[in-house]
């Protein structure tokens, strides 16, 4: 598979996770608003998420693909999955007692997670209660994970990207049975996120038995490839999960807020997470094995081929995403989510968390290219170095802004951030002689940038004029002008893009069809 295919499939199937989830998330925000309850759930899902992303999709993700990799490069594939089954024993000894013990001891979390809930017993309680629902997801989801790893290595990428589905159509039916069942809505939610990882375990453990992987429980021992992976996986629990470090600082000085501003931040970065996961993820996911390949081959011109492409593509892509959520949020969260208790005082709130957030777009995109090209070098030191300076960074710009400017001060302080994250990776690059671009970049990017400065406008125009139906009494009519905002915007990006010479044609071609490979070699968009 091409490497902007690779790229096309996963961000293709993770909109598709993302479109679920915002169909989620406008239940619940109908259903449980921006008030206690809806701020206890959000707490007791950013938990397990926090680990999971840390951990699981983080740390664990760019330790193992490369070392896996590595292992099918050199050892063949016998190989690679019997390293995949010790990591997977040692995986299991290691999360199932730290989930016990996770939800034996959650009203201690719960504190250092939201202090602010300790003045609202009764929203502290209920946060409490919800977590030890969710907790268990942790390890459910690690799993797939690891699975999701090994088909990734080998170049399956569909699998993997598709099993969040699962997550968004799971919370959906508990939100929607909930009510007829008797339950109450926010705790049966919270008990439908654990039950969604055994539905996502199922779904992967079936994909790789379709690829020939059939991986099976050893009794954990701590070889030598373990070892290795376990080396890796220390440092890069941070350096991968930096935006995740920012987002829990975030959580828990928004508790410290009058309360829905945990609420606010929590549907801003929904929004927000929308080009990340589409762009960031799909990029990242499909560049670390391509990368660990060359590396361990001592290929340093494809290396350097495949960076230049992935930052291409995230500027291409995460720029005007950015512009559109920042110019155009207000009317993407009323449509979105304004109706049911969720009202118009909410819907500015958030617009402007995400206003706030999407600063940091086009970086958290470009961070995880860069990222990839340590951790494919088996390097976790660096990355991890760097985010302790920005998370420092963060927090300390998150404390001086919320005097101000609330819970938007939070928001902004994470997108401002996430420059410096990418100032500091380019520099330790620079350092080593790996920040080595072609000249393809280097001439489109500033092409890219120009395109989506002119999208900015015409998303500013088409707002204006379109603005009576986007605040129309019906749903479908407002539905629909957003549709029509958004494809607008779209469009003048193509056009301007492609006219400027930032991108052409046959970028959108290669992600959808197989090019020749080059001297029978690996194919390249």
């Known amino acids: 598979m091409s490497f902007a295919r690779a790229i096309a499939t996963v961000g293709g199937l993770t909109l598709l996770s993302r479109l679920a989830g915002f169909a989620r998330d406008i239940l619940t925000a109908s259903v449980l608003g921006a008030g206690p309850v809806a701020d206890a759930f959000f707490?007791?899902?950013?938990?397990?998420?926090?680990?999971?992303?840390?951990?699981?999709?983080?740390?664990?993700?760019?330790?193992?693909?490369?070392?896996?990799?590595?292992?099918?490069?050199?050892?063949?594939?016998?190989?690679?999955?019997?390293?995949?089954?010790?990591?997977?024993?040692?995986?299991?000894?290691?999360?199932?007692?730290?989930?016990?013990?996770?939800?034996?001891?959650?009203?201690?979390?719960?504190?250092?997670?939201?202090?602010?809930?300790?003045?609202?017993?009764?929203?502290?309680?209920?946060?409490?209660?919800?977590?030890?629902?969710?907790?268990?997801?942790?390890?459910?989801?690690?799993?797939?994970?690891?699975?999701?790893?090994?088909?990734?290595?080998?170049?399956?990428?569909g699998p993997f990207a598709a099993a969040p589905i699962a997550f968004n159509l799971t919370l959906v039916a508990a939100l929607l049975t909930a009510p007829r069942l008797g339950f109450e809505p926010g705790i049966a939610m919270a008990a439908a996120v654990t039950l969604s990882g055994a539905v996502q375990v199922g779904w992967m453990a079936w994909a790789c038995r379709g690829a020939g992987v059939a991986l099976r429980l050893r009794a954990p021992r701590m070889t030598g490839g373990v070892r290795r992976l376990f080396r890796l996986v220390g440092p890069g629990a941070l350096g991968a999960g930096v935006m995740q470090v920012n987002l829990f600082l975030n959580i828990v000085l928004a508790s410290l807020l009058p309360s829905g501003a945990v609420s606010f931040l929590y549907y801003a970065d929904r929004l927000n997470q929308m080009p990340l996961g589409v762009i960031g993820i799909a990029i990242g996911t499909a560049l670390l094995p391509v990368l660990a390949r060359h590396a361990a081959a001592g290929d340093e011109r494809m290396v350097r081929h495949y960076l230049s492409r992935a930052l291409e593509f995230s500027l291409l892509l995460g720029l005007p995403a950015a512009v559109a959520l920042g110019l155009a949020g207000r009317p993407i969260v009323a449509v979105l989510f304004e109706r049911g208790a969720f009202g118009p005082q909410e819907a500015h709130a958030t617009a402007m968390a995400l206003a706030a957030y999407a600063v940091g777009i086009p970086a958290y995109v470009i961070v995880k290219s860069l990222n990839a090209a340590f951790f494919a070098r088996h390097d976790t030191v660096t990355p991890v170095r760097v985010a302790i300076i920005v998370t420092a960074a963060t927090a300390a710009l998150a404390l001086a802004l919320m005097p101000w400017l609330g819970h938007v001060g939070i928001a902004l302080s994470t997108g401002l951030t996430a420059w410096l994250d990418v100032a500091l990776l380019v520099a330790a690059m620079r350092r080593r002689g790996m920040f080595d671009l072609d000249e393809r970049l280097t001439r489109r990017a500033p092409r890219i940038a120009a395109a989506a400065v002119g999208m900015g406008a015409a998303l500013l125009l088409g707002d204006a004029l379109l603005a009576p139906w986007l605040a129309a009494p019906t749903t479908a009519v407002r539905f629909a002008a957003l549709a029509l905002l958004v494809a607008s915007g779209a469009a003048a990006f193509g056009a301007l893009a492609v006219t400027l010479g930032g991108a052409s044609p046959d970028d959108l071609k290669a992600m959808l069809t197989r090019p020749p490979s080059p001297a029978g070699g690996e194919s390249v968009p």
Request: proline letters at 6%; zero cysteines; glycine letters at 6%.
């Open 43 to 157: 707490v007791a899902l950013k938990l397990p998420n926090l680990f999971r992303r840390l951990f699981a999709e983080g740390a664990f993700g760019v330790a193992f693909v490369p070392l896996f990799a590595a292992e099918l490069q050199t050892r063949g594939r016998t190989a690679a999955i019997r390293f995949a089954e010790e990591a997977l024993a040692m995986l299991m000894a290691v999360l199932l007692p730290f989930t016990l013990a996770a939800v034996t001891v959650m009203p201690w979390l719960m504190h250092g997670l939201a202090p602010g809930f300790a003045d609202e017993p009764a929203k502290f309680a209920l946060a409490v209660d919800m977590a030890r629902l969710t907790f268990p997801y942790l390890a459910l989801i690690s799993l797939v994970a690891l699975l999701g790893g090994v088909l990734n290595a080998l170049d399956r990428f």
